[in-house]
Every structure is written in structure tokens, then in C-alpha cells.
């Protein structure tokens, strides 16, 4: 395949991965990368702590430099450049130069569609008011920073508990700011279930956020200069110099559809397990593509940033001639919320539900290590599980960054096919200033098989 053209559309998680994989393969494969913003191969999960001056300068989340493209690996990026056709028939592409409002077409024989996700942004009442924001690109997250730090922006409201919500609430404390969150469901994390969202919940409240649960946001409302002013929401209005509408994202998936490329969940992008999708030579990869969940065993919509590399790199692979095939996602995430951290992995107790999956579960609280060594905190286990056979379904921590990266643990586990048993039979290092002597992983699965056999 020495004399194919691939070509990717996107350069921020996947479209970096495969590129990069491609040219490690095969040296001599023409690789072209188009991005449409003037930013590329940065770590957008770091925004937040931008935000709040933790990561003070944005050069450092920036993975991949121009010259890492083309010296480096020898791949043509180019950056403000948008793609707005696709035409299958001809095997080509219509890309728009934005610096120089220029078209040209470009021929691919291998294609790789990482065009991402975007923020999802209900048209509420004045939404173009100045101080409205979103945040999903390093572009926004400038002048979110700069906007953020100005002396009169001093009351802040967040519309939504997602993961980017209660980061973002933390970092607007750091900054002095007064926030009020907005989440119309009964709890914040909705991937979390509702006894361990409750944590965070508590630790937002202590750490001086206004937290208004089952509470919509209708619109916004602004002064005669176009400046936001007010929150309006299904119960009441409040005071706002700043806003951020933190309600998710949604795949960039318009450009494969224009093509006739079938969709999927969540109007990702259809693919199989090789990321291939229902056009032939056609692959897709990263927050504009479906994922293939190793419990359900479907796939699903669940943009994350590892799930993102992970799936560029099986593309790349076979943009090559491979046959790589992409393990699957359990979504497994942590979010850092002031002092406390929460993590999850495979199904939630709704998830189960809404699945008709069998499902029983124990929650146990511990310690991150052991009581007499100082320092230690509370840890909270949850542990999902078949009672048929104890086959472990999904687990979820709340507590100290020592003790919820066990979460890993269960991962792995539910990976393997393991069950509370063997999680309880695994032998885990301890120490003092890092576990207690039954691990708190251990005695959750133990109270699994307790119940396991009490109940069933």
C-alpha cells in the first residue's frame, strides 16, 4: 500500500493517533491531516484547570506540534482547514482554506473521518448575549480564561452537572467566583447512580456552591449593550455576569451523512469493530464515532479522550492494510470535584436497568488506608454485579485520589470476566500508607458474595 493516499479529517485525539500510527507502519504512505480550527493535538480534559490558572500555560497541553506532523512523521497537516464535501463516487474531498477562502479538491484511497463532537447548545433565550459561553475547544477555553478574570465577572452560573460542570465549578471557586449550578435532572452525574452522586453533591455545597437540582434553564436575559444580566429557569431568575452551558456534546457526524455513510447511536458515526463504516475504504475514529461496549456488547455513543486515541490507533492500523480490532469501552472516567474524586466503570445500577440486564449490587464504606497511619479518608465501593453468578457488571468510588483509582481494578476485572469471588481472591499490595490489610476492593467483594449467597 506504499503508493495509497490516506487522508484525515481532524487533528485533535483520533486523527493524531492514526496519523501518526500510519507513518510509523508505513513510511511511504502519503498522509494528509486537515483540521478546521487553528488549534491541533491538544488535551482538551485539561481546560478546566486552565481555567482556574492549576495548568498556567496552554502550550503545555498541546501534544503534537506542526513540526512533530511533517518532520516528525513526515505527515502534511494542515490547520484551518475545513472540509464541507465528501463524494465517494470520485474518492475525493472539497476542503476550504478559512485563512485564505479558497476551495480545492483533494484524492484519497484510504479515509479517516476524527471530525469530534461538539457542545450541545439548546437555542434558549439569548444565547448570543455576551458572557454566554461553552467550552469544548482550546479556542474556547481562552477566552472563557480571559472573560472569567475580568473584576466585575463575579457571579457565575453553570447549566448542567456533566463531568465539565462540576470541574468547572470548582475552578470558578478557585477563582473567587460566586457559582450556582443548574442540573435538571434529581442528581448531578448522571453516570454515577444516585447514593454515590450524592457525595458530590455534598462536598459542592461545602466547597460554597449553589446547587439547584430538578431545575431547567429557559433562556437568558441581558442589558440594552447585549451583556448577560440573568439566568432565567424553570423556578426562578438569577444574577449572572458569566455563564457556561456545560449539557454535553454530540458527534460531529453531518459530513458522513451528507456522504450517505450510515449513522448510529446517538447519530455517531456507524462502525464496525476495525472502525470501518458502511463506506468501503471509509473508517471513522474518536468523539464523531460509535464505540463497542464489552458488556452490552453493542455499540454505543461514549466520546471519551482515551476511548479516542485507542480507536485512532486500530484505524491507522488498518488504513495500512491491518486487521486491528477495537477491545471495546466500558467507560470507565474519574472526575476531580474540590477535595473529593469519583470513578466509575461498566454499568450503573440505570444502565443495567435500562438494559434488562440482571443486576444486584453492595455499597461498603472504608478507608483509603489504614486508620492508624495519618491521613486517612473515607472510601465509598460500589460494586455491581450478575447475583446469578456473581460475573462483576460495573463498580463506582467516591473518596481521596489514593483510593479511587482502584477503579482501574475493577476494570481490569470486568475485562477478564472475572466475579466478586475472584476480585476477592486477588491478592493486592498493601502497606499502611496505601491500603489496610483487607483491602477496601476486597471487602466489597466480599459483601457481594455475602449477599450472593444470603439472598440467592
Same mark, same amino acid.
Given at each position: ?14 486523527g493524531?493517533?492514526a ?13 494528509k491531516?486537515f483540521e ?8 482538551a480534559c485539561?481546560?478546566p484547570?486552565y481555567?482556574s490558572?492549576?495548568i498556567k500555560?496552554?502550550?503545555s497541553?498541546?501534544?503534537r ?9 513526515g505527515?502534511?497537516l494542515?490547520?484551518?482547514?475545513r ?7 470520485r ?11 479558497k476551495q480545492?479538491?483533494?484524492?484519497f ?9 461538539s457542545p ?11 458572557g454566554?459561553f ?5 479556542k474556547q477555553? #481562552? ?6 478574570r /475580568?473584576k466585575?465577572? !463575579? *457571579?457565575? %452560573?453553570?447549566?448542567?452537572? =456533566? +463531568? ?12 473567587g467566583?460566586?457559582v450556582r449550578l ?5 442528581q ?14 455534598d462536598?459542592?455545597?461545602h ?5 439547584h437540582?430538578?431545575?431547567? #434553564?429557559?433562556?437568558?436575559?441581558g442589558d440594552? /449593550?447585549?451583556?448577560? !444580566? *440573568?439566568? %432565567?429557569?424553570t423556578?426562578? =431568575? +438569577? ?13 460531529n457526524?453531518?459530513?458522513a451523512?451528507?456522504a ?12 464496525d469493530?476495525?472502525?470501518q463504516?458502511?463506506?468501503p475504504?471509509v ?5 464523531c464515532a ?12 461514549l466520546?471519551l ?10 484505524a ?5 492494510g ?6 471495546g ?7 476531580k470535584?474540590f477535595?473529593l474524586?469519583?470513578?466509575?466503570t ?9 438494559n434488562t440486564i440482571p443486576f ?10 489504614a ?7 473515607p ?12 460475573r ?13 483509582k482502584?477503579a482501574?481494578?475493577i476494570?481490569t476485572?470486568?475485562?477478564?470476566g ?6 476477592g481472591?486477588?491478592?493486592m499490595?498493601?502497606?499502611p500508607?496505601?491500603?489496610?490489610v483487607?483491602?477496601p476492593?476486597t ?14
Amino acid at each position: 500500500m506504499n503508493n495509497q493516499r490516506a487522508v484525515i479529517i481532524g487533528a485533535v485525539a483520533a486523527g493524531g493517533s492514526a496519523a501518526f500510527k500510519i507513518k510509523r507502519i508505513n513510511p511511504e504512505m502519503e498522509v494528509k491531516v486537515f483540521e478546521a480550527d487553528q488549534f491541533f493535538s491538544y488535551a482538551a480534559c485539561g481546560l478546566p484547570y486552565y481555567i482556574s490558572d492549576v495548568i498556567k500555560d496552554y502550550s503545555s497541553m498541546i501534544m503534537r506540534t506542526e513540526k512533530d506532523f511533517h518532520a516528525g512523521a513526515g505527515a502534511e497537516l494542515y490547520p484551518r482547514h475545513r472540509v464541507n464535501e465528501l463524494d465517494l463516487d470520485r474518492r475525493e474531498i472539497l476542503v476550504e482554506s478559512l485563512a485564505e477562502n479558497k476551495q480545492k479538491k483533494y484524492p484519497f484511497d484510504q479515509l479517516l473521518l476524527a471530525t469530534g463532537a461538539s457542545p450541545i447548545m439548546p437555542r434558549f433565550e439569548g444565547m448570543e448575549l455576551e458572557g454566554v459561553f461553552a467550552l469544548r475547544t482550546l479556542k474556547q477555553g #481562552l477566552s472563557l480564561k480571559d472573560f472569567a478574570r /475580568k473584576k466585575d465577572v !463575579r *457571579k457565575i %452560573v453553570i447549566v448542567g452537572g =456533566s +463531568y465539565l460542570g462540576l470541574e468547572l465549578a470548582e475552578s470558578f471557586r478557585a477563582l473567587g467566583k460566586d457559582v450556582r449550578l443548574l442540573e435538571k435532572m434529581p442528581q448531578v452525574m448522571g453516570s454515577l447512580d444516585p447514593d454515590m452522586a450524592g457525595l458530590l453533591e455534598d462536598e459542592l455545597q461545602h466547597k460554597g456552591v449553589v446547587l439547584h437540582k430538578n431545575e431547567a #434553564l429557559l433562556g437568558f436575559e441581558g442589558d440594552a /449593550k447585549g451583556k448577560l !444580566r *440573568k439566568a %432565567v429557569s424553570t423556578r426562578s =431568575s +438569577y444574577e449572572a455576569d458569566l455563564a457556561v452551558v456545560a449539557l454535553g456534546v454530540k458527534p460531529n457526524s453531518e459530513l458522513a451523512q451528507n456522504a450517505g455513510i450510515k449513522l448510529g447511536a446517538g447519530g455517531a458515526i456507524s462502525i464496525d469493530r476495525r472502525l470501518q463504516t458502511s463506506a468501503p475504504g471509509v473508517y471513522s475514529a474518536g468523539d464523531c464515532a460509535e464505540a463497542y461496549h464489552l458488556i452490552l456488547k453493542q455499540n454505543v455513543y461514549l466520546p471519551l479522550g482515551t476511548t479516542a486515541n485507542k480507536q485512532g490507533r486500530i484505524a491507522g492500523e488498518n488504513m495500512c492494510g491491518g486487521n486491528a480490532v477495537f477491545p471495546g469501552t466500558l467507560g470507565s472516567a474519574v472526575v476531580k470535584v474540590f477535595d473529593l474524586l469519583a470513578a466509575r466503570t461498566g454499568l450503573s445500577e440505570k444502565e443495567a436497568r435500562a438494559n434488562t440486564i440482571p443486576f444486584d449490587s453492595v455499597t461498603i464504606k472504608s478507608l483509603d488506608h489504614a486508620a492508624y497511619y495519618p491521613g486517612s479518608r473515607p472510601l465509598h465501593v460500589k460494586l455491581i454485579f450478575n447475583p446469578a453468578d456473581g460475573r462483576l457488571l460495573g463498580g463506582q468510588l467516591v473518596g481521596s485520589e489514593k483510593g479511587v483509582k482502584r477503579a482501574d481494578i475493577i476494570a481490569t476485572a470486568i475485562s477478564a470476566g472475572l466475579t466478586a469471588g475472584d476480585l476477592g481472591e486477588v491478592d493486592m499490595a498493601y502497606a499502611p500508607p496505601y491500603s489496610r490489610v483487607w483491602d477496601p476492593l476486597t471487602v466489597a467483594a466480599n459483601a457481594a458474595i455475602s449477599k450472593i449467597r444470603t439472598a440467592y
